[in-house]
């Protein structure tokens, strides 16, 4: 356990710092530019799925940034801790994270008087953001490239901004807002799916020749 | 030295994953929204409608904002769009105050009370209205029958409000409201909405046909369309392609070439600005085929090279700077922080730019909007604001750029080493 803890406390120390950072940031602006407050359900929903969710390709996306310079990759490959543990310690944490966060700003729109079902956008909320993050975290493992992981989700935001309800069927991001909850499920067991597949896929990577025998 | 170079670029952005799948996202784009295009064809006398359009007629302009306000007013909440998303506003009673205040100068009517009347009066005469219309008996309800369109409450204003005046009024509800409200310069007009007459369809056709030739038309609809992915894409090929070398640790070996930093850092932009431009001359073929077989058929003189004048003149200043931007700070930084910072521009861009879809309105935005082939007289009223977006983004694109073969150069010097983890490490 003691080990885990090691690992997520160089996670929070070096890697985390910065995402959150931003998560905050791009969280605090929004009353500037969107209303936050007096909002009916529809509405709250458009903010929280338009908006805060974006913040799960932040904050889910990087999981494996620590490993981008491949002979770090090389060093912890050859340790006794698989690196799944490595990657499932870090994910657990940013997606402790990202649940404080959203839970705050879902606090904040209550404050404001937004008239909505809490837990259940809640959880709504939090569903996307790992559909949005596990999109991110297959791309970036079968591309071993951070900019493809961002890519891809928000890619996948802009053709559902676009009317992309007709092409996305039960994986729409967006559908809290037009009334419907069953999506949500389906893009939490996608997420399930592209996250686990992600962490656990092992991917060869074409080594370097050194010229020995 | 610079054309081996530009050459040798534009082979590896060719071999590069993101770059193909950069193209896919662009046919996607093109397919979905523009897939299956059909070209105007002359209005014909008594249609049913021809569409709205926007009413110059300042007495209407005033009426529907008059008319919006007082709703609002009496509601006590107030719809804003401040970056194109939606925001309720719920005023405080001084700042109430001041909106009953406006109100009651604009139109005349004193006090809340009055203005409920004329709110129901209005209402139950539209409800007999269509009612009558319907066929049916006041107090009937429509069974089974989807409710036709209500129309918002039009209020006329004070007699001898001038309407000037009535914008200084308006614009003084729109800071009360924060901004991006309904009464706002853009919003007030764009609400202002008329039916089209048989007379105006055939102007626009015509325009389309005759200014425009055809083509002309339908490449601004195709910049519009393509603009909101060039918007944003191009960032993802310039940071992948500032990364690589330093991913592959091929930094130093570059550093201490003979080749000077401008020469390197300007063969990677040109050359990624043309492979991304490749793909999109290649998609305009497909409606200039389109357009010129009809103009061949009907006997238009259209122009060939419209899409390609489209093309340099509206989409490529903004691939420009998503390029620019992606160069720029992946130097500075190390990081991949250009995707957020240009993500972030392209988001508050495309939402604020919700207002301006008709087009004619292009005002700064880095995608200017022009949603429909018509429109060529509000084109042509806005083309000096649009010019001058263009050129300034054009601008501050080389800006960038050069400010990049300065920090490349500080790099090779080994005058600049600025990383994140760096930063995290100095503390200690």
Known sequence: MEKYWQIEKVNLKYHVPLHVLVCILILGISPLLLGVSNLPAEDTAKVLERYVALTGIILITPIFLPEQDKNIRELVNSKYTKSSAVYLVRLAGNLCLLAALLGIYIGMLKHNNCQFPVIKYYLGTFAEMLFLGGLGIIFYRLSDNLIIGYMAPIIYYIIAAGGGEKYMGVLYPFSMSTGSYTEKIWLFAAAACLIGDGVFLKIPRPRLKTGCP | MFGQLFIKECR??????????????????????????????????????????????????????????????????????????????????????????????????????????????????????????????????????????????????????????????????????????????????????????????????????????????????????????????????????????????????????????????????????????????????????????????????????????????????????????????TELTDTALAVLVQGAWWFVSLFGGTATLTGGMYGWNLMPRHNTELNWEGYQEGFARLASNRILYTSLAVILAALTVIIYGQKRKGRYQLSWKNIGRSKK
């Open chain 2, 12 to 329: 590896q952005t060719a071999r590069s994953l993101i770059y193909w799948l950069i193209v896919l996202v662009l046919i996607f784009d093109f397919v979905t929204q523009l897939g299956e295009m059909d070209i105007a064809r002359e209005p014909k006398k008594g249609q049913e409608n021809y569409g709205m359009k926007m009413s110059d007629d300042k007495d209407v302009i005033m009426e529907t904002a008059l008319g919006g306000l007082t709703e609002e007013y009496l509601r006590e909440s107030y719809t804003t769009y401040p970056i194109g998303f939606y925001k309720s506003v719920t005023l405080d009673k001084k700042e109430d105050a001041k909106i009953g205040k406006i109100i009651n100068e604009a139109t005349g009517i004193k006090g809340r009370d009055n203005l409920e009347k004329l709110w129901e009066e209005w209402y139950t005469a539209q409800e007999e209205k269509m009612q009558l219309q319907s066929g049916q008996e006041p107090g009937e309800a429509a069974e089974g029958m989807e409710p036709a369109m209500m129309q918002n409450l039009v209020v006329k204003p004070a007699e001898g409000l001038t309407y000037e005046r009535f914008e200084e009024l308006m614009d003084q509800a729109d800071d009360i409201l924060g901004g991006g409200s309904n009464y706002a310069e853009d919003y007030r007009k764009k609400n202002a909405r008329v039916p089209k007459t048989y007379e105006d369809a055939m102007t626009e056709y015509h325009e389309l046909i005759e200014k425009d030739r055809l083509t002309g038309g339908y490449a601004r609809l195709f910049s519009d369309y393509m603009v909101i992915f060039l918007g944003l894409v191009p960032v993802f090929l310039a940071v992948t392609r500032s990364l690589r070398d330093k991913r592959a640790s091929m930094n130093e070996l570059i550093y201490v070439r003979r080749c000077p930093s401008a020469v390197i850092i300007a063969s990677r932009y040109l050359s990624m600005l043309v492979m991304i431009l490749i793909p999109v001359f290649a998609l305009s073929m497909v409606p200039l085929t389109q357009c010129m077989k009809h103009a061949l058929t009907e006997g238009i003189s259209a122009d060939p090279f419209a899409f390609a004048k489209y093309i340099l003149g509206w989409q490529m200043p903004t691939i420009m700077i998503a390029l620019s931007v992606g160069i720029f700070l």
